[in-house]
């Protein structure tokens, strides 16, 4: 059910004399759910809608353009966050300290947040009517967390008896037309190796299909009492970049792609720009670099600018920061930058990503840097969507008067990153 609580002016609903309070039943006789449901008749030219006014119960026979809208905006979407059913060996989640601010232990797995914001999400929730709601609505594309395609090794890693269907589900969605970006989080031992050909192998054959990310588990250094797992080093981290490759020759296609942290513990370069594509797994830490350093060399140009700047980042981020930070120094005169690594205590030294520094550590290691510069400049991949908190609930404020320091905050992007270290002015100032 959908409470409708405002009218657009002009707009088909007003012309069905639609009012608000009234009550959206259903569409076709499906049940109208949530949001997804009016989004997606909102653009189809024909259908059947149920709605109760007050007492009573209309009909409505619409017909429109596609270019038409209802015009309706609801008291609620009803897209209440459905959570995870799974117990991984590998959750991140389970690896977070106590005390840390709610939102940070939510364990999502909702199918409805992955069409609309590419979740990732594993589908052992996902019932066979909801699967048929997936297909009717086309909700594509779709990020799936696979692991592993061996039904019993996956019930094992996600330590859930229906985790088995993994297959049978993708090759409906794929045979209705949905397209399916996947993922394999990696545990060292458990479904790489031969594990991963085979998952790979399953996966490439269904025609949905159309990438998998592969990646490895984030290891805290709260696992007391959790699945002992061991991280990937040089050796380990080559072999995996070796297999998949292998992998992909043999197809004759980029469908398994790696993320970056596999190349940077293997010490080995990443990937260049074209290999990627369309980027689809680029939120997942796939093609990362690449990707920066493309929008960062699209965007040179020579400019000058009296400032020293010290930029702090994860381990991994550092050899990357500090190519492009050498480049912008050359290509803008008066400009000096330090960039720094700081080791996450927070969470354990396993941890290397830039995006899971807190305040903390970011300070204690501030406050003891031996050189001059004028401002303290940070990835917004620290941050909340806000830009104003880290992980630990430091506000950006409160980490610039301990530290005494102006904050720059920058985007995550190579151009943001360029033309934010060269000039006052937003990024978005300069592109008007």
């Given at each position: 059910m959908?409470?409708?609580s405002?009218?657009?002016?002009?707009s088909?609903?007003?012309?069905?004399?639609?009012?608000?309070?009234?009550?959206?039943?259903s569409?076709d006789?499906y049940?109208?759910e949530?949001?997804?449901?009016?989004?997606y008749?909102?653009?189809q030219?024909?259908?059947?809608?149920?709605?109760?006014?007050?007492?009573?119960?209309?009909?409505?026979?619409?017909?429109?353009?596609t270019?038409e809208t209802?015009?309706?905006?609801?008291?609620?979407?009803n897209?209440?966050v459905?959570?995870?059913?799974?117990?991984?060996?590998?959750?991140?989640v389970?690896?977070m300290?106590?005390?840390?601010?709610d939102?940070?232990?939510?364990?999502d797995?909702d199918y409805?947040?992955?069409f609309?914001?590419?979740?990732?999400v594993t589908?052992t929730?996902?019932?066979?009517?909801?699967?048929?709601?997936?297909i009717?609505?086309?909700?594509?594309p779709?990020?799936v967390?696979?692991h592993?395609?061996?039904?019993?090794i996956?019930?094992?890693?996600?330590?859930n008896?229906f985790?088995d269907?993994?297959l049978?589900q993708?090759k409906?969605?794929s045979?209705a037309g949905?397209?399916?970006?996947t993922?394999v989080?990696l545990?060292?031992g458990?479904?790489?190796g031969?594990?991963?050909?085979?998952t790979?192998?399953?996966?490439?054959g269904?025609e949905?299909v159309?990438?998998?990310a592969?990646?490895?588990?984030?290891?805290?250094?709260y696992?007391e009492?959790?699945?002992?797992?061991?991280?990937?080093?040089m050796?380990?981290?080559?072999?995996?970049?070796?297999?998949v490759?292998?992998?992909?020759d043999?197809?004759?296609?980029n469908f398994?792609?790696?993320?970056d942290?596999?190349?940077?513990?293997?010490?080995?370069?990443v990937?260049?720009?074209?290999?990627?594509g369309?980027?689809?797994?680029?939120?997942?830490?796939v093609?990362m670099?690449?990707?920066f350093?493309?929008?960062?060399?699209?965007?040179?140009?020579?400019?000058?600018?009296?400032k020293?700047?010290?930029?702090?980042?994860?381990?991994?981020?550092?050899p990357?920061i500090?190519?492009a930070?050498k480049?912008?120094?050359?290509?803008?005169e008066g400009?000096?930058?330090?960039v720094?690594a700081?080791e996450n205590?927070?969470?354990?030294s396993?941890v290397?990503c830039t995006g899971?520094l807190v305040?903390?550590?970011?300070?204690e290691?501030?406050?003891?840097?031996?050189?001059?510069?004028?401002?303290?400049v940070?990835?917004?991949?620290?941050?909340?969507a806000?830009?104003?908190?880290f992980?630990?609930?430091?506000?950006?404020?409160?980490?610039?008067?301990?530290v005494g320091?102006?904050i720059?905050i920058?985007?995550?992007?190579?151009?943001g990153?360029?033309n934010?270290?060269?000039?006052d002015k937003?990024?978005?100032?300069e592109?008007?």
């Amino acid at each position: 059910m959908l409470k409708i609580s405002k009218v657009d002016v002009g707009s088909v609903g007003e012309e069905l004399q639609l009012n608000i309070g009234d009550e959206i039943l259903s569409f076709d006789g499906y049940p109208a759910e949530d949001l997804l449901d009016y989004l997606y008749y909102d653009e189809q030219e024909y259908f059947v809608m149920e709605v109760k006014s007050g007492e009573e119960v209309v009909e409505f026979e619409v017909e429109k353009e596609t270019d038409e809208t209802l015009g309706l905006t609801f008291q609620s979407d009803n897209l209440q966050v459905k959570t995870c059913r799974n117990d991984c060996i590998f959750c991140f989640v389970a690896q977070m300290p106590e005390g840390m601010r709610d939102t940070l232990y939510v364990k999502d797995d909702d199918y409805r947040q992955s069409f609309l914001c590419g979740n990732y999400v594993t589908l052992t929730n996902v019932s066979d009517r909801e699967l048929d709601r997936i297909i009717r609505l086309k909700l594509s594309p779709l990020y799936v967390s696979v692991h592993v395609t061996d039904g019993e090794i996956r019930k094992k890693m996600l330590r859930n008896r229906f985790a088995d269907r993994i297959l049978d589900q993708l090759k409906a969605l794929s045979d209705a037309g949905i397209v399916i970006n996947t993922q394999v989080v990696l545990v060292r031992g458990v479904n790489d190796g031969q594990v991963l050909q085979k998952t790979l192998t399953d996966l490439s054959g269904i025609e949905g299909v159309k990438s998998c990310a592969v990646v490895p588990c984030g290891i805290t250094r709260y696992r007391e009492g959790l699945t002992e797992i061991a991280d990937y080093d040089m050796q380990s981290s080559a072999e995996v970049i070796a297999l998949v490759k292998r992998f992909n020759d043999g197809i004759g296609r980029n469908f398994a792609i790696i993320a970056d942290d596999f190349y940077l513990k293997a010490q080995a370069p990443v990937e260049p720009f074209e290999f990627y594509g369309d980027f689809d797994q680029l939120e997942n830490g796939v093609g990362m670099n690449a990707f920066f350093l493309h929008e960062f060399r699209r965007v040179l140009t020579k400019k000058h600018y009296d400032k020293t700047f010290l930029i702090v980042t994860g381990v991994a981020s550092k050899p990357l920061i500090e190519t492009a930070a050498k480049t912008t120094e050359a290509y803008c005169e008066g400009l000096k930058i330090y960039v720094e690594a700081v080791e996450n205590r927070f969470f354990g030294s396993t941890v290397t990503c830039t995006g899971l520094l807190v305040g903390k550590d970011v300070a204690e290691f501030v406050e003891k840097f031996p050189y001059h510069y004028d401002e303290l400049v940070l990835s917004s991949a620290m941050l909340n969507a806000e830009k104003t908190l880290f992980l630990d609930d430091m506000t950006v404020e409160e980490l610039s008067e301990k530290v005494g320091k102006k904050i720059r905050i920058l985007p995550c992007d190579g151009a943001g990153f360029f033309n934010g270290l060269t000039s006052d002015k937003k990024e978005s100032d300069e592109n008007e």
